[in-house]
């Protein structure tokens, strides 16, 4: 079993930054896992937005938030980490942190995930 708690969700205007943060608890093994970052907006369905592989050594994006967005990890910490620049309105979303401890490569399917969080709500002012 693995316990995911996100934080450092809020209110920011469009141009600005968040970093997101995600502590995991509950399996000595977290830096074997694939890590991700998922999204929800009202009324549509929840996307992929990163991925960073056990290794720290690939990370995935959607096209949505290229450039933008950076996944990264502490191992050590059991910590996972999504800094989000450049924020647009269209960002606006609860914002999940996901586990694939079936999978230690890049996974994008909300599907392969078995372990997530509450949840964080970004929101984005324009």
């Known amino acids: 079993q693995v316990h995911l708690v996100e934080s450092g969700g809020g209110l920011v205007q469009a141009g600005g930054s968040l970093k997101l943060s995600c502590a995991a608890s509950g399996r000595s093994t977290f830096g074997n896992y694939a890590m991700g970052w998922f999204r929800q907006a009202p009324g549509k369905e929840r996307e992929f937005v990163a991925v960073?592989?056990?290794?720290?050594?690939?990370?995935y994006y959607a096209d949505s938030v290229k450039g933008r967005f950076t996944i990264s990890r502490d191992n050590a910490k059991n910590m996972l980490y999504l800094q989000m620049n450049s924020l647009k309105f269209e960002d606006t979303a609860v914002y999940y942190c996901a586990c694939a401890p079936r999978f230690g490569d890049i996974r994008t399917r909300a599907g392969e995930y078995d372990y997530w969080g509450q949840g964080t709500q970004v929101t984005v002012s324009s």
């Open positions: 960073i592989d056990w290794r720290a050594s690939t990370r």
